[in-house]
């Protein structure tokens, strides 16, 4: 499944034109980027993770993307107060569960964000969505996780699965280089959050267009740093950003 040249043409106009405000509480390792892949794309980040200001922050807020990498007590009780904030006004929630299973503290957070029925979009990685779901194919859990969250679940990796809970729909493409960078991952589900906010009542929609555009950001990023002939992750690390403003651009760049 794909949005069409014209439905993604749309959502990218829509996505620059609305500038959504988006609230990342996500990881040390991917603040920057996320922030700065939002604002190549059009969308404003904002990032607070104290307990203290969170809620409120979110509050203003027209996406609220949780991550749980780095977690912490402080970052915990700002993420279920924000949630919380988010549910009570109406803001869609994406959350990227990073390192479900590698501790129980983790775990008992994600399972709480997901029983709460907060949560819009479910994006994790395959090893991630399999932990939750105890599914070993994607395409199973992907399905099993929307019917039991009620929510849309999206598994990221070499062929990114998502689904509403009745279909399951794919998208391919993407470069090997996206594996050899970090935080690409946070990106997808920051980059994801951008469409949520712009299409809050079609959570499916905002799925796609967020998987199918980093799936392309990676494969023009990979072209503007010489792959396959030359593998430079550090430039392509750069590159993501230049490939994201183009792909989302109001002069046309890969459109």
């Known amino acids: 499944m794909y949005p069409s040249h014209q439905d993604f043409l749309s959502a990218t106009h829509a996505l620059r034109i609305r500038r959504p405000l988006i609230h990342c509480i996500t990881n040390g390792v991917s603040l920057n980027d996320c ?33 749980t990498g780095m977690l912490n007590e402080g970052k915990r009780r700002a993420i279920v107060s924000s949630a919380a904030a988010a549910k009570k006004r109406g803001i869609p929630v994406l959350l990227d569960p990073v390192g479900a299973g590698a501790s129980p503290f983790r775990m008992e957070l994600i399972q709480k964000l997901l029983e709460s029925k907060s949560i ?46 009745k279909e399951v729909f794919q998208i391919t493409g993407g470069s090997p280089l996206l594996s050899m960078v970090t935080a690409t991952g946070c990106m997808t589900g920051a980059l994801t959050a951008a469409f949520l906010a712009v299409f809050p009542d079609d959570p499916l929609f905002a799925a796609e267009c967020g998987l199918y555009a980093m799936k392309q950001i990676g494969e023009q990023a990979a072209v503007m740093t010489g792959y396959p002939e030359y593998t430079r992750p550090g430039s392509f690390h750069a590159a993501i950003f230049d490939a994201a403003a183009e792909l989302t651009g109001s002069k046309g760049g890969l459109l």
């Not at 819009?120 to 399905?143: I, Q, W």
């Open 35 to 67: 922030a700065n892949l939002l604002l190549a794309c059009g969308a404003r980040p904002v990032m607070a993770d104290a307990p203290e200001e969170s809620a409120q922050i979110t509050a203003s807020a027209d996406a609220l993307l949780i991550n």
């Open 120 to 165: 819009d979009l479910l994006k994790g990685n395959y090893g991630e969505l399999k932990v939750l779901t105890r599914m070993d194919s994607p395409k199973d859990a992907v399905l099993w996780a929307a019917k039991h969250f009620g929510c849309i679940c999206a598994a990221t990796g070499e062929i990114d699965f998502f689904s509403n809970g």
